[in-house]
């Protein structure tokens, strides 16, 4: 079974992920943009059950960006851990770019680029997609098992 860690960038709290990533995507959204400091926030969804803090739990802060949605960051440093909801406690949503290993799946592609930064431009060949929440529902449904 695939092992992952990640960490923060003071290192005071740092996390496993035991099994597969869900689908991975690039989030060109501006909540996104602008949590990340960054032309996109690369990220993925797993289950609740895959995701242990192994230090620091105590210096976690949490921010609700939208009703159901909150972000959950490192009080110290300010790095952006991860995402919980409250209307689905049973998954976690991941930003890559505090993992350590590569994961054995790769990004599938981009999401809301609708709200894309002007300045930012994609030259992959990966698919884009304007409406995030039809395609993430089908990749869910997919995926289910890597979600359980
Ligand atoms: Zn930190
Ligand atoms: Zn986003």
Redesign the pocket.
Known sequence: MQKLTGKCLCEGIAYEINGELGPIFN???S??RRWHGAAF?T?ATIGRSKFNWIRGEELLSRYHSSADTVKVFCSVCGSNLISTYDNRPDLVGVPLGGIEQAPNNQVEGH??VGSKSPWHEIIDDLPQYENFHEKVREVADRSRANLD
């Open positions: 989030c060109h959204c909540k996104c926030r990220r999401i809301f």
